[in-house]
């Protein structure tokens, strides 16, 4: 069964920072795209981030500048450094696994559990 574990959620005060991980098990780390997502409430889930095993990103226009998503392929985790934090930061954000479609498997998705993120004064 492969587990996608986040932690380093919490509250912060705007402006502040917070790194959050993702550990992976259970899973061929490297032949996955990692990304980080966020739900607010009432909100759709948004992609905030995303990197590929060669360190090839994507980053949300609302946080570029601000977050950095990085990997560790040796450690099979993924991280999301986050400054300049803001109140509209606030989310639960979710850990994602994402193996393209090949010739003989269909496109998956792994999800972590969330970690709760606020951004408060």
């Known amino acids: 069964q492969v587990q996608l574990v986040e932690s380093g959620g919490g509250l912060v005060q705007p402006g502040g920072s917070l790194r959050l991980s993702c550990a992976a098990s259970?899973?061929?780390?490297?032949?996955?795209?990692m990304g980080w997502y966020r739900q607010a409430p009432g909100k759709q889930r948004e992609l905030v981030a995303a990197?590929?095993?060669?360190?090839?990103?994507n980053t949300a226009d609302s946080v570029k500048g601000r977050f950095i998503i990085s990997r560790d392929n040796a450690e099979n985790t993924v991280y999301l450094q986050m400054n300049s934090m803001k109140p509209e930061d606030t989310a639960t954000y979710y850990c994602?696994?994402?193996?393209?479609?090949?010739?003989?498997?269909?496109?998956?998705?792994?999800w972590g559990q969330g970690t709760q993120v606020t951004v408060s004064s």
């Open positions: 994602n696994a994402h193996r393209a479609r090949t010739p003989w498997t269909a496109a998956y998705d792994y």
């Open positions: 259970r899973i061929t780390f490297t032949i996955y795209v």
């Open positions: 990197i590929t095993s060669g360190g090839s990103t």
